[in-house]
């Protein structure tokens, strides 16, 4: 059976979206010398246990990161609720509301300079500039260099293969150092502008973190940096994948696009949907604080875990017919941003985001489709699942 996955030719490694499934929930892999978690009840239990499953990583690879270089996604309690809190004023139900009409203004900008041409790439046109432009101005650095962003991004993710703890060769070596040094343009760019800060604040997110203090001190350099690129690249990168694949499922499913067409309530359960369907990112690493025992297996201490979100949420003992994009489907608790204490930051904004542009998109182009002469091309990584082209026809005939 030819499935989507294989007509677009995503990356082979989403044996999730061919309709797969794994022998076990949880599995050793002997050739990269970690294990992979595939089952949602376990995938469940690792996010909302931090004390058995670790978030710190970098202790387990340290070719990916170093102690003093840890960001929040890679620390745990108490220090990254400490950290968390920081900012967690930024993401409120009030703030993030209060968005929308800047959200909506950006989306007409942007969609009024592909009005007439009959045609959209969506990625370049709307999903990418759209969510940096915001997060660029929460956090006050200029948005007129997402150029700059886009390309070391991108880079960063052409140079995010399958990682290995037993075959560490000079290929991956390669591939790991040309992927921190597109790290290193982000945080040297991030640097300078935080570095400014402390001479001139001003009122925007960087500031605050400049500024703030735990336990009676400043947060280092390096600590502000890592911040602020944690919300730079999740702040959009989430976003645009959401906003391309939610597209490509509606435009996959023409009677549940027909649906949201008609009644815009239905769209954030469209987005959900999209959410499990084709979870953004696909995998998060984890590390075993103590021998456990889950899954059927005797997992002991310091293992580097694989949590593979995406195939946790195409999971049979939690979700009827897992593999068919239901956008009615209720009650949908996937893991598709994450959950517990490392749960999205960014979630409501990137749910209003999706919600906001989807429903102008659509406004604005009723006889929006994909083009059969342009299939989409999906993002080279096998931990992430979003496209990074999609073209698409705006006009009727």
Known sequence: MTTIADTWGLHEGHFWLRGRRPD????????????????YPEALRILGDPKTFSSDTGRVV???????????????????GKLRRLVSHAFTPKVVADLEPRIAELT?????????????????????PLPIVVIAELLGVPSSDRHLFKQWVDRMLENSQQFSLVDRGEEQARNLAAALEQVKHLTDYLGEHAAERRRRPRADLLTKLVEAEIDGERLSQAEVVNFANVLLIAGHITTTMLLGNTVLCLDA????????????????AVIEESLRFFSPFAAVGRVTNV????????????????????????????????????????????LGLGRGIHFCLGAPLARLEGRVALDILLDRFPHLRTDPD????????????????????????
């Open 24 to 39: 076990q929930p949880v599995s050793f892999d002997a050739g990269t010398g970690m294990w992979n978690v595939y089952g």
């Open 62 to 80: 340290p070719e990916v990161a170093r102690p003093s270089e840890r960001s929040l996604t890679q620390l745990d309690p108490p220090m990254h």
């Open 108 to 128: 007409g900008e942007l969609l009024d300079a592909v009005a007439d041409t009959g045609r959209m790439e969506l990625v370049a046109d709307l999903a990418y």
């Open 253 to 268: 499913q023409p009677e549940q696009f027909a649906r949201a067409r008609a009644d815009r309530s239905t769209v954030p």
């Open 291 to 334: 021998d456990v025992e889950f899954g059927g297996q005797h997992v002991p201490a310091d293992q580097l875990l694989m949590v593979w979100i995406a195939a946790a949420n195409r999971d049979p003992r939690q979700f009827a017919d897992p593999d068919v994009f239901d956008a009615t489907r209720d009650p949908n608790p996937h």
């Open 374 to 397: 342009e299939p989409p091309q999906f993002i080279p990584s096998p931990n992430m699942t979003g496209v990074r082209k999609l073209p698409l026809l705006t006009s009727a005939g």
